[in-house]
Nanobody, 119 residues
Framework: QVQLVESGGGLVQAGASLRLSCAASGRTSDIVRIGWFRQVPGKERERVAAMTWTGELPAYADSVKGRFAISRDNAKNTMFLQMNNLKPGDTAVYFC????????????WGRGTQVTVSS
């Protein structure tokens, strides 16, 4: 099993930056791909960014390209989502996730952290 714990959410004004962190523990050797998702009440969960556990093949939702960046600290088994130039539309609960397969669903999830962007 893999455990994921997010931190770093909060309330900011439009144009500000935030960095979310996600600490992974447990059988991290099982992880193949990691990602950040977000969800607004009443809407489907959206994948924001993802990359391999080794830091390759980053992918971003069109809505965040050029503003968000996914990264990880190999030594600390921690991944990050740097969010710049935040917009009110970025308001959501953000989740980190991991999966143990090259393709397929993410099978490990954090509990989420709230990001609120005021105009």
């Amino acid at each position: 099993q893999v455990q994921l714990v997010e931190s770093g959410g909060g309330l900011v004004q439009a144009g500000a930056s935030l960095r979310l962190s996600c600490a992974a523990s447990g059988r991290t050797s099982d992880i193949v791909r990691i990602g950040w998702f977000r969800q607004v009440p009443g809407k489907e969960r959206e994948r924001v960014a993802a990359m391999t556990w080794t830091g390759e093949l980053p992918a971003y939702a069109d809505s965040v390209k050029g503003r968000f960046a996914i990264s990880r600290d190999n030594a600390k088994n921690t991944m990050f989502l740097q969010m710049n130039n935040l917009k009110p539309g970025d308001t959501a609960v953000y989740f980190c996730a991991a999966r143990s397969t090259i393709v397929g669903n993410y099978n490990y999830w954090g509990r989420g952290t709230q990001v609120t962007v005021s105009s």
